[in-house]
Nanobody, 117 residues
Framework: VQLQASGGGLVQAGGSLGLSCRAS???????????MGWYRQAPGKQRELVAV???????NYLDSVKGRFTISRDNARKTVSLQMNSLQPDDTAVYYC?????????WGQGTQVTVSS
């Protein structure tokens, strides 16, 4: 089972990027009840939760991204996406996909997001 992230890249401040993460090899009965989230880690900083979406679609966001980022999930495709708008240089980080179900946690490989001023 792997979380395969895609998207990211380089964008100017004020621009938009989309991230996507596919739970490869994860069966539906595991994916559907899992909390799916995106974390990020900037150089010299701790990893922080950016956004999470629960099985029922309830979402929670880091205060600094509220109103700019939107997390969504597609249970049929076993994917979770993060649409990032009005990006700022402080959003520059490696972004990681994450799934949590009970005591089980799975991380995807990071994808770099760089926002130039």
């Amino acid at each position: 089972v792997q979380l395969q992230a895609s998207g990211g890249g380089l964008v100017q401040a004020g621009g938009s990027l989309g991230l996507s993460c596919r739970a490869s090899g994860m069966i539906t009965s595991v994916f559907n009840p899992s909390d799916m989230g995106w974390y990020r880690q900037a150089p010299g900083k701790q990893r922080e939760l950016v956004a999470v979406i629960g099985p029922g679609g309830i979402t929670n966001y880091l205060d600094s991204v509220k109103g700019r980022f939107t997390i969504s999930r597609d249970n049929a495709r076993k994917t979770v996406s993060l649409q990032m708008n009005s990006l700022q240089p402080d959003d520059t980080a490696v972004y990681y996909c994450n799934s949590k179900r009970g005591l089980s946690t799975l991380w995807g490989q990071g994808t770099q997001v760089t926002v130039s001023s």
